[in-house]
């Protein structure tokens, strides 16, 4: 018999944002743990600091794949700090790791974990992220955008 996987989400975006950004993270990381996800980040401030905060209130669980060698370099919110020493390019561990990636504004960073699951044939979905291809699905409310990626990561687990 075989453990039930969980659906893992990928919230990625600006280190340095609003808290209204910060905020939507959270809404849609606090839906995916409280449906059963699981929620992956670069570990850091920002936006990454609004998806753990979401999923810790949520009561799910929250992974930081951190660019440095130090886990206390976490936010306080991240359940599993992962220490890289990789620096950016800890960002396709991120996106590895994910069955769905929801993206927020950013800079390089964000375009560079787009592109990665792009290329490995994961769902991107924008909430007013880059618009770089019609691959990726582009929506505004947070709420929807999490549903959206529940259902979208489950077909996976199931094929």
């Keep these: 018999m075989a453990i039930e996987r969980k659906p893992v989400i990928a919230i990625v975006g600006a280190g340095k944002c609003s808290k209204k950004l910060r905020d939507n993270?959270?809404?849609?990381?606090?839906?995916?743990a409280k449906n059963g996800g699981v929620?992956?980040?670069?570990?850091?401030?920002?936006?990454?600091?609004?998806a753990a905060?979401?999923?810790?209130?949520?009561?799910g669980v929250s992974i930081g794949i951190l660019p440095g060698e130090d886990r206390n370099d976490a936010n306080?919110?991240?359940?599993?700090?992962?220490?890289?020493?990789?620096?950016?390019?800890?960002?396709?561990?991120?996106i590895r790791m994910a069955d769905v990636v929801v993206a927020f504004p950013g800079k390089?960073?964000?375009?560079?974990?787009?592109?990665?699951?792009?290329?490995a044939g994961?769902?991107?979905?924008?909430?007013?992220?880059?618009?770089?291809?019609?691959?990726?699905i582009s929506m505004d409310d947070p709420t929807e955008a999490a549903e959206k990626a529940m259902e979208?990561?489950?077909?996976?687990?199931?094929?």
């Design 152 to 159: 979208l990561a489950q077909a996976a687990l199931e094929e």
């Design 39 to 50: 929620v992956v980040c670069g570990g850091l401030e920002g936006i990454m600091e609004g």
């Design 122 to 136: 994961k769902p991107v979905i924008s909430i007013s992220a880059w618009k770089v291809g019609e691959d990726i």
């Design 108 to 119: 390089y960073g964000t375009l560079s974990e787009m592109a990665f699951a792009l290329k």
């Design 76 to 94: 306080k919110f991240i359940t599993y700090a992962i220490p890289t020493g990789f620096g950016e390019a800890r960002n396709i561990m991120v």
């Design 25 to 32: 993270a959270a809404i849609v990381a606090r839906y995916v």
């Design 53 to 59: 905060r979401g999923a810790w209130e949520g009561g």
